[in-house]
């Protein structure tokens, strides 16, 4: 004959919301020795105001930090190079509406000259070719470059 176990809760909701009412005394008791301990709620006023200051008058090059006009410029050069976002967004959808790549961790990134580049991991060999030929069939893109790994061997770039 099967034995039935059951295992009843001993606590009642009265105990439940003491436990709750003397952990809130604790956490508040506290914080009033946290408090005391860095001058009072003055005191952490004035401690917040120095912090938030400091923060305000941080200046970079002040620190030692130069700005780099040469990174600026090339950031400006490729931006301003043909790179054409909304393929890239489309391409994107093209991954997101395909069941077996919607799946997959695929970063996909638009480059100048209608040039996507796909970065990631895939299930097979046949992925890799699958994701290219997905989005060249993207209407604009000109050219697919794939630094797609699979899962467990050596990555491979194809274009």
């Known amino acids: 004959m099967p034995?039935?176990?059951?295992?009843?809760?001993?606590s009642s909701t009265g105990s439940q919301i003491a436990s709750a009412v003397a952990g809130g005394v604790a956490g508040f008791a506290v914080g009033l020795l946290l408090a005391q301990t860095f001058g009072g709620l003055s005191g952490l006023r004035a401690r917040f105001r120095r912090v938030?200051?400091?923060?305000a008058a941080f200046d970079p090059a002040a620190e030692g930090a130069e700005e780099d006009e040469a990174s600026d410029e090339i950031v400006d050069e490729w931006e301003s190079d043909g790179v054409d976002e909304a393929l890239g967004e489309r391409v994107l959808e093209a991954f997101r509406n395909d069941p077996t790549l919607a799946e997959r961790a695929i970063d996909i990134e638009a480059a100048p000259g209608a040039t996507i580049e796909l970065f990631g991991e895939v299930d097979g060999p046949h992925e890799v070719e699958y994701a290219a030929t997905l989005a060249g069939g993207v209407p604009g893109v000109e050219h697919v470059i794939a630094h797609l790994g699979v899962k467990g061997q050596q990555r491979r770039t194809r274009a």
């Not at 938030?52 to 923060?55: L, P």
Request: charged residues 50%; aromatic residues 0%.
């Open 3 to 10: 034995t039935h176990l059951e295992r009843r809760d001993s």
């Open 52 to 55: 938030v200051d400091e923060v």
